[in-house]
């Protein structure tokens, strides 16, 4: 599995930029339908880009890894290096909701998120859970699930064919198990996604040495490029989905990330501007805090709104998901759902700057001399 010659790995600048915005999709799908933003019926369906990191995980854990595993790299090493990668910021977002829940949850709020809770969301043990809902680790569940993958990375990459016939047979227990709906804790829904997007990312790297020689056209690309952007929005747009859908989308993501691979399109070059670069970058940073800004105002919106003597704009039934508990006009539900975007994307920032960027360049150490 992932045999080919090694080489120096590769930047993708377009799919870094596309993570971005998949990242930007996931926070208006947490917000809820909420004005005219996050209520775009394609951003309801945003929990389905998580598929997408899944998929490019995959690929660029397969581009930059897999030959080195196969011959000889430590995976001790490499294992050390995706953790080192992630767990910092995860146990900071621990900390934080931690911190919120002896502060203000209990004290404030008279809710409780009990020890289990927290020993789940702390340690990762979501990535094993039937569903993803945990209060001092709302998203870790896919860095859990990330962590499987490249424990099974590690294990698979360089055995030959028998880690391609392990790769597969687990890939198709994934899609078996969406398909059919069987979830038991150990094997839910949300480790089945991942072994299935991560393999379909990792046979997308294989694709792409394989016809990496086939030179396309910029206007060719540039239609492709237009089209795959179009066939997500609208299979975003489709309602009544639900986790059976995963096995159409992460091969629809799998093409998107050929082609965008390409970077040759006039859409992937208009991927490298500044702004998509910052939104890629902040991207792991923007999944992992923005809740911080979802949960916060959906808890305390109704009594700021209260005070200042709008309670028309409470919701009349209590929701405690997304920014449900408030019902304002759409076009000031809009400039609170985009404010709170802003701080989300300032904290994220943050946190990669103070959090996750130490992280990456700690984790170094951990690497083998090159040869």
Do not use: C
Not at 190 to 204: K, S
Not at 226 to 236: E, K, T
Not at 285 to 313: C, K, Q, T, Y
Not at 332 to 353: D, H, M
């Amino acid at each position: 599995m992932v045999e080919a010659p090694a080489a120096a790995p590769q930047r993708f600048i377009a799919l870094d930029s596309l993570r971005g915005i998949a990242a930007l999709f996931i926070v208006f799908y947490h917000m809820g339908d909420f004005g005219w933003v996050s209520g775009w019926p394609p951003f309801r369906s945003g929990w389905m880009l998580v598929d997408f990191f899944f998929v490019l995980s995959g690929f660029v854990i397969a581009m930059s890894y897999g030959a080195r595993l196969a011959q000889g790299y430590p995976r001790g090493a490499f294992l050390l290096i995706r953790l080192g990668r992630v767990f910092p910021l995860h146990l900071a977002v621990v900390a934080g909701f931690t911190l919120l829940e002896f502060t203000v949850f209990r004290p404030v709020l008279g809710e409780y998120h009990g020890l289990w809770e927290w020993v789940r969301g702390t340690f990762l043990l979501d990535a094993f859970a039937t569903g993803a809902s945990n209060f001092y680790a709302p998203v870790s569940w896919a860095v859990g699930v990330e962590m499987v993958l490249y424990a099974l990375a590690a294990l698979l990459f360089g055995r030959g064919a028998l880690g391609t016939a392990a790769a597969v047979l687990l890939a198709a227990a994934g899609a078996w198990g969406m398909a059919t709906h069987f979830k038991v804790f150990g094997f839910g829904f949300l480790l089945q996604r991942g072994l299935f997007d991560f393999a379909i990312g990792v046979l997308t790297w294989r694709l792409h040495q394989r016809f990496s020689g086939f030179q396309l056209g910029a206007t060719l690309l540039t239609l492709a490029e237009l089209a795959l952007v179009g066939a997500v929005v609208w299979l975003l747009y489709l309602p009544g989905k639900d986790g059976s859908w995963v096995i159409l989308a992460a091969p629809l993501y799998a093409v998107l990330v050929l082609v965008f691979a390409r970077e040759k399109g006039l859409v992937a070059r208009a991927l490298h501007a500044r702004p998509f670069l910052w939104l890629g970058q902040l991207s792991f940073a923007l999944f992992m805090v923005h809740l911080f800004w979802v949960i916060l105002p959906n808890r305390f919106g109704p009594r700021i709104f209260e005070a200042l003597g709008h309670s028309d704009w409470i919701a009349p039934v209590n929701q405690k998901y997304g920014l449900l508990s408030m019902a304002p006009p759409p076009a000031v539900a809009t400039a609170i759902s985009l404010a709170l975007l802003a701080g989300a994307l300032a904290t994220a920032w943050l946190a990669w700057r103070y959090i996750e960027e130490p992280a990456r360049h700690w984790t170094k150490r951990f690497a083998p001399p090159r040869k």
